[in-house]
């Protein structure tokens, strides 16, 4: 699909995030660590939100975190999703600190809860945007 035709937002790609859109396009989660503090940074910052240091390195994180916090929308916002409602979009708590704002994939809105643990999977939406997103990591027997 082109960005023409994909009709939800689209991240603008800069030179900052580039690092982060190229590991998502090659199914990897990654993130900027702090070379002084070790912390790692997220959203994508140029500065250390812990020790300020510029210095920063850009690692492969797991992939693994947890639900932090979830709901359901059932409203309406953006045309574009009419087809996805009603749609989660979770807080997720990555393990190795950040949290990020993404969906849970592959699953009913029903079977998301606080404290389910996750992993990234990666779903291409135009050639240039790869989204990461996250799926249960032990899905509920049916
Ligand atoms: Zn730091």
């Known amino acids: 699909m082109t960005e023409a035709e994909y009709l939800k937002p689209l991240p603008k790609i800069t030179d900052e995030t580039r690092p982060f859109w190229d590991g998502a396009r090659e199914g990897r989660l990654r993130m900027q660590k702090c070379c002084k503090c070790g912390h790692i940074r997220f959203p994508i910052s140029f500065v250390c939100s812990k020790c300020l240091s510029y210095e920063t390195e850009w690692v492969d994180l797991s992939g693994r975190g947890e639900v932090f916090s979830y709901i359901v929308f059932h409203q309406l916002y953006n045309k574009a999703f009419a087809k996805d409602i009603p749609y989660n979009v979770a807080l997720v708590q990555l393990e190795e600190g950040p949290r990020m704002y993404s969906n849970v994939v592959d699953c009913a809105n029903d079977?998301?809860?606080?404290?389910?643990?996750?992993?990234?999977?990666?779903?291409?939406?135009?050639?240039?945007?790869?989204?990461?997103?996250?799926?249960?990591?032990s899905p509920p027997k049916k």
């Open 111 to 137: 079977d998301v809860k606080v404290g389910d643990k996750l992993e990234a999977v990666f779903v291409p939406v135009t050639p240039q945007v790869t989204l990461p997103k996250f799926r249960l990591a």
